[in-house]
């Protein structure tokens, strides 16, 4: 039989590193860590010839990222599979550290796929990573305390006014704030609903229209003029919200999915059984839907969630799509759905019942946040583009900056970076 080993997050010297083992490298830790281990075992049990090993990560998303730099920046073979955050394909294909993968088969292309993730998965034409599961952004609201989620930014301001002014909950919405790759997210949600957009289809910077300055100064409006948000959401990150939401301070919450399943334990949560998923809201003076959104009448959520993709140095590149192909069968995503509740990324499964109780959410309004997420930009430097808006949002947001300003200086030092980068959309 196949053997299937753990190895530490150590310095890859400090790992075997053999031509005849197949590695593995991703999240290990919790119940993700042992379906995976399992699923493996079960690949292992009809792939006889060669031995699997998982090569342990952090899992802090950017840890995990600097130590796949390292790795691939030295063109190491192994890890063979990597997991990757959805966000940093474009940056590992143009690197040349992962392969393409349409030459593997044709199935590669399989519409079964989620639209918005197999296109971040792409650069230059070329499909570089097969989506693993799916994350995207939802606002959570207390059904005990409204009849229907908010359609627009206005509404959910009255109704968290009108909360607040009854008693009913000291803060009206809680979002992700801190100056982090959550925030980025968040102002993608609200200028998703403005009708904006980061970087527009030729790749050109989009944060200074005026749509995004309307969202940024909305944003910022909500936690000063109209407090239905707290400054405290400037310091927090996703665990922060949750907490402030699931004992009952809040009557709205932008979130991920992970934060249903935590939330519907009774002993643990304030609102259990009492609230709701929905997309994210849009401005009611906007004429534009969402970008990916056929809905006027709704707001676009961020994507999430992981790809896997295959070392461009592998010795084993067949053996490596055949792990790739397996774990993202219809069977072992259905697995992941019941064990750790991620939503799989393939549309089939949200079809009949085979989804029933499985996922955090309900099925059906599960793939309907999914159809109309939006991927953030799909571009080789989005981090350093993601760390600029995180700066300057911060800053516009803490009154460092004025809103026009603060996109303003953003978009140009984007470009910048586009240009020195000698990508699209970078002439000043």
């Known amino acids: 039989m196949m053997l299937v080993t753990a190895c530490s997050l150590m310095p890859l010297a400090a790992c075997a590193s053999r031509a005849d083992v197949l590695t593995f490298s991703g999240s290990a830790v919790g119940s993700e860590g042992a379906v995976v281990r399992r699923q493996l075992e079960r690949f292992a049990a009809s792939h006889p010839a060669l031995p699997v090993q998982i090569r342990v990560t952090p899992d802090a998303a950017d840890q ?7 790795w691939l920046n030295a063109w190491t073979p192994d890890p063979d599979v990597l997991q990757l955050d959805v966000i940093w394909a474009p940056e590992f294909a143009a690197a040349g550290w992962i392969q393409p993968l349409d030459g593997f088969d044709q199935s590669a292309n399989d519409t079964d796929f989620f639209s918005a993730p197999l296109r971040a998965s792409r650069w230059l034409g070329h499909l570089y990573a097969i989506p693993w599961f799916v994350d995207v952004g939802m606002l959570y609201w207390r059904t005990d305390l409204l ?3 908010p359609a627009t930014f206005d509404a959910l301001v009255a109704a968290s006014r009108d909360a607040i ?6 803060e009206g919405f809680v979002w992700e704030g801190a100056r982090y790759e959550g925030l980025v997210a968040v102002f993608l949600e609200h200028l998703a609903g403005f009708g904006g957009r980061i970087l527009d289809d030729d790749g050109r910077v989009a944060v200074d229209t005026p749509e995004a300055i309307r969202a940024l100064t909305f944003m910022r409006r909500s936690i000063d003029d109209v407090r239905v948000v707290p400054a405290s959401v400037l310091t927090w990150q996703e ?3 949750r907490f402030a939401f699931q004992n009952g301070q809040a009557l709205f919450m932008r979130n991920w999915p992970y934060a249903a399943s935590l939330m519907r334990q009774p002993a643990e949560s304030a609102v259990a059984g009492r609230f709701a998923v929905a997309a994210l809201p849009r401005d009611a003076g906007s004429s534009m839907p969402a970008p990916g959104s056929s809905d006027r009448l709704l707001g676009g959520s961020a994507l999430g969630g992981s790809v896997l993709a295959i070392n461009a140095r592998s010795r084993h590149p067949d053996a490596a799509w055949a792990v790739v192909r397996y774990l993202t069968d219809p069977e072992q995503m259905l697995e992941r759905a019941r064990v750790v509740g991620q939503l799989p990324t393939r549309r089939s499964l949200y079809d009949g019942d085979r989804l029933g109780g499985l996922l955090p959410i309900a099925p059906a309004e599960a793939r309907r946040l999914i159809d109309r997420a939006i991927p953030r930009p799909v571009t080789p430097i989005y981090t350093q583009l993601s760390g600029i808006l995180q700066i300057h949002l911060h ?9 026009g300003s603060a996109l303003s200086h953003a978009a140009n030092d984007m470009r910048r970076a586009l240009a020195a980068a000698g990508l699209p959309g970078g002439a000043l």
Not at 64 to 70: A, G, P
Not at 165 to 170: E, P
């Open 239 to 241: 665990e922060q919200a």
């Open 165 to 170: 002014a009854n008693h009913r909950v000291a």
């Open 147 to 149: 009849a229907a989620p």
């Open 395 to 403: 800053r516009a947001l803490t009154h460092q900056e004025e809103p």
């Open 64 to 70: 995990r990222h600097q130590l796949y730099v390292q």
